[in-house]
């Protein structure tokens, strides 16, 4: 079965800090991928997604995320955090050889950023 | 720009009783899913629907049922509430048949917090 591993739970990290979130999935064939966020008392936002292509990709809010297929990782990044960015951040995959387009997430990441 | 509707956003029920929740999706989007987020857990896929047809199914409750009507909206119907139902239920809208013209973004709604007692 499919499954998303995020390796951070908590993170607190100070204004200007830079940011890596480590995700990993396991599925051997094609995947899809997701980063959500969800800030406090709202509903989740999609940050950024790959489906092909160029493995680096850019979201919204200076976020990025880079697919390595060798490690089945997709990592989240930031070079410079702000105190807004505090909320919780899921990983998902939706994959399959009849992909329906659900999504498995992560057990998801907060991030408490100190102003 | 129009979001995925979600009814409603709060809902208390006792042990026992019946809950509706409806979502109405993205206008022009088909597909449907519903998820189910516990404290402090990761949101779960329950079900979704592509053109009124039930596409894929989850982790949900033989208790729970769902369908899409015509006009693509979506209601998930619970009977039989236990405690452990409590949690946050989100429907997110797509457009297209993820197994047949490929996946595409989820829009998710607010979602709707089921609390029973």
């Known amino acids: 079965a499919q499954s998303v591993s995020q390796h951070n739970h908590h993170v607190i990290l100070s204004e200007a800090a830079s940011l890596e979130l480590g995700c990993n999935y396991s599925y051997g064939g094609t995947v899809n991928l997701f980063w959500y966020v969800q800030y406090p008392g709202q509903h989740l936002q999609l940050l950024l997604k790959y489906f092909s292509g160029d493995p680096l990709v850019k979201g919204i809010k200076g976020f990025e995320a880079e697919f390595i297929k060798s490690k089945f990782s997709f990592n989240l990044r930031k070079p410079s955090v702000q105190w807004s960015d505090t909320a919780e951040y899921f990983c998902a995959v939706s994959a399959g050889s009849s992909n329906t387009g659900k999504l498995i997430f992560g057990q998801g990441t907060t991030l408490q950023v100190k102003p | 720009a129009a979001g995925v509707i979600q009814s409603p956003r709060h809902l208390i029920k006792e042990k026992r009783e019946t809950a509706t929740l409806k979502c109405y999706p993205i206008?022009?989007?088909?597909?449907v899913y519903w998820y189910q987020q516990g404290p402090g857990q990761d949101p779960q896929f329950l079900i979704s629907?592509?053109?009124?047809?039930?596409?894929d199914k989850g982790s949900i409750p033989d208790r729970f049922s769902a369908q899409q009507f015509s006009d693509y909206h979506s209601e998930l119907n619970m009977s039989s509430l236990e405690l452990g139902d409590s949690a946050l239920y989100f429907c997110?809208?797509?457009?297209?048949?993820?197994?047949?013209?490929?996946?595409?973004?989820?829009?998710f709604g607010p979602g709707t917090r089921l609390t029973v007692l």
């Open positions: 206008p022009r989007h088909d597909t």
């Open positions: 997110a809208s797509s457009l297209g048949d993820a197994g047949t013209s490929g996946v595409d973004e989820q829009f």
């Open positions: 629907f592509y053109e009124k047809m039930q596409s």
